[in-house]
C-alpha cells in the first residue's frame, strides 16, 4: 500500500490483489494521539482503500462521482493496532465513527484492555466479543515456521539442519507470534545477504543475536 499512501498522484499504477480481498483499513495511533489525529486518521486510513478500490474498477478516483468512497463505503474492516494509547476520548471517537458506517471494527490492545473497555457501556454493549491471543504451540508454531521457512531442496544432512533450527526458533520464541515475525525477517535479511537458500540453526543464532533475543 506504499504507493497509495499519496492519493492525488498522476500515476497510481496497479493496486495490490490483497487490498482487493481484504477490503481492510489498518490504523495505529501515536502514543499521545489527540482529538485530531484520530478524527483525521480514522476516515483518512478507510477512504484510501475505498479511493484505490474505486481506482481499481473505474480508473479513475472521483469522491463526488462514487460517493460510497467519500464515506469510506467500499471499506468493509477497520483494524487499530494499539489501541491501549486510545484515551476516553479516543475511544468515543472509535465507537461515533462505527455507528456512523457500516463496517467491522477490531482493537487490538494488551492483555486486560477488555477490563477498561468494559467501562465505558456505550463502546462495550457493541463489543461482539473478545479474544486473547495466546501463544502459538510448538505444533502451531512449526505449521507457521513451514509456511514462511520451507525447507526447500533436500540438503546433504537429509534435513536435520534445517528441521534443528525449526526446533530453535520454538525454543527463543516461546511461542510469541509477534517475536517470532521479528525473528524469520532477521533469518530471511541474513539469507539475502549471504546469498544462502537452507536454513540452519548458524543462520537462526545470528538473527538471535542481532536482535537480543534471550536464551
Known sequence: MEQWQTIFEDNFGPMPPRVLEAHTAFFTPSVAATVREIDRGLPTACQRISFAIDYHEHGLVDPYVYTQSRSSGRTELLIIDEADRLKTTGLE?????FDRHNMGVILIGMPGIEKRLARYPQLYSRIGFAHEYKPLTPDELTAVLSNR????????????????????????????FRLVDRLITQIERIQKLNMLDGLTPEVVDAARQALLIGQ
Open 93 to 97: 471517537q472509535v465507537r461515533d465513527y
Open 149 to 176: 521457512l520451507p525447507a526447500g531442496d533436500a540438503a546433504d544432512d537429509d534435513g536435520i539442519g534445517h528441521a534443528t533450527a525449526i526446533a530453535t526458533i520454538v525454543r527463543v520464541t516461546g511461542g510469541n
